[in-house]
Nanobody, 128 residues
Framework: VQLQASGGGLVQAGGSLRLSCAASRSTFSYYAIGWFRQAPGKEREFVAAISRSGSVHYLIDSVKGRFTISRENAKNAVYLQMNSLKAEDTAVYSC??????????????????????WGQGTQVTVSS
């Protein structure tokens, strides 16, 4: 499956952005999806994950209450709604898909195994 993240941009602190992850395959609903981010000079960091059906969500503590992950399988898309953005949220955000279940998303590494897929990222810059 091919993934494409979009929706990034420049926003002031306290603002909002909605990222989208579009998939190329109609079997999109088979995949758990995760969002990751990488700030300059830092390691890639897991941010959020959603199960195949959308019923299970995971978010890291630093974004809980501010970010929401959702999906629309009919549109082959996953979204990351980001509110109350902070300067420390500045990073390149990427989405990834796995057949190994939502419980394994947080441990995904790039480029991953045969059941893992990564998309290109989208830049999010939050000015303070």
């Amino acid at each position: 499956v091919q993934l494409q993240a979009s929706g990034g941009g420049l926003v002031q602190a306290g603002g909002s952005l909605r990222l989208s992850c579009a998939a190329s395959r109609s079997t999109f609903s088979y995949y758990a999806i995760g969002w990751f981010r990488q700030a300059p000079g830092k390691e890639r960091e897991f941010v959020a994950a959603i199960s195949r059906s959308g019923s299970v969500h995971y978010l890291i503590d630093s974004v809980k209450g501010r970010f929401t992950i959702s999906r629309e399988n009919a549109k082959n898309a996953v979204y990351l709604q980001m509110n109350s953005l902070k300067a420390e949220d500045t990073a390149v955000y990427s989405c990834a898909a796995t057949l190994r279940g939502v419980q394994n998303v947080a441990s995904m590494t790039f480029p991953g195994g045969p059941n893992d897929y990564w998309g290109q990222g989208t830049q999010v810059t939050v000015s303070s």
